[in-house]
């Protein structure tokens, strides 16, 4: 069964570093999505991706963090000057079509630690 | 705002006994319901979904959800949990049928004791 996979699974960085985290969506999948759980609180939307453009972003979606689909393959989450806030577990996710009744496959995660 | 309640931080279970995990949602309209699951190392895993039409929803593994407009809950459902179930359970709520972003609950932990 095809699944989302993200990489690196472990990231440690020092703060103000920059940090790209990795997705490959499911194959056919038009849709990618960002979501973090920072530990203890509940998982939130970042971000959705379409055609090369962000569909929808939340307040958390600020200047500090971008999003690329640099091949046909690949979706990064870039967080340009870490925090220590930003330390959280991060989500990737695609979907074939949009809307809410859609859904959205979630990879395994990608627990960084900004020091 | 929309928001997702699960009460329930951490839940211990005996195997072939039955399951009731809560959630409540504060929404405007009609909501779109989901139960994700996520076991250690794995991404999140869609048990079931709720959009319209029939209030009981049966989802894999076994799993069934219930949606009570007058009580704003979908609770999850199983009548004879496995071990295997030891895993965390998110509730979600879509923010609009056009939309994309999900809103999920804190989550609640299953243990499953011999």
């Known amino acids: 069964e095809p699944e989302v996979t993200q990489t690196p699974s472990h990231q440690v960085t020092q703060m103000g570093q920059e940090v790209i985290l990795r997705c490959v969506p499911i194959?056919?999948?038009?849709?990618f999505y960002w979501y973090r759980q920072i530990l203890g609180q509940k998982v939130e939307f970042l971000v959705s991706?379409?055609?090369?453009?962000?569909?929808?972003k939340s307040e958390i979606f600020d200047d500090q963090f971008s999003v690329e689909r640099p091949d046909g393959s690949n979706f990064t989450l870039k967080i340009r000057s870490t925090k220590l806030e930003d330390s959280a577990m991060y989500f990737c996710?695609?979907?074939?079509?949009?809307?809410?009744?859609?859904?959205?496959?979630f990879g395994p995660g990608t627990r960084l630690l900004v020091l | 705002a929309q928001s997702v309640t699960q009460p329930d931080i951490h839940i211990t279970v005996s195997e072939g006994a039955s399951l009731e995990l809560r959630c409540n949602y504060s929404?405007?309209?009609?909501?779109?319901l989901f139960w994700y699951v996520q076991s250690p190392g794995q991404g999140l895993q869609l048990l079931l979904k709720y959009f319209s039409g029939d209030t009981l929803v049966q989802g894999i593994k076994g799993f069934e959800a219930e949606f009570k407009r007058s009580q704003s809950s979908f609770n999850l459902r199983k009548p004879s949990v496995h071990w295997s179930d030891a895993a965390e359970y998110f509730c979600?709520?879509?923010?609009?049928?056009?939309?994309?972003?999900?809103?999920f609950g804190k989550g609640t932990t299953l243990s499953v004791s011999s």
């Open positions: 996710a695609s979907s074939l079509g949009q809307g809410s009744w859609e859904t959205q496959y």
């Open positions: 979600a709520v879509a923010v609009n049928q056009a939309g994309t972003a999900l809103i």
């Open positions: 929404y405007g309209a009609t909501p779109y």
């Open positions: 194959s056919n999948h038009l849709y």
């Open positions: 991706f379409y055609n090369n453009e962000i569909s929808e």
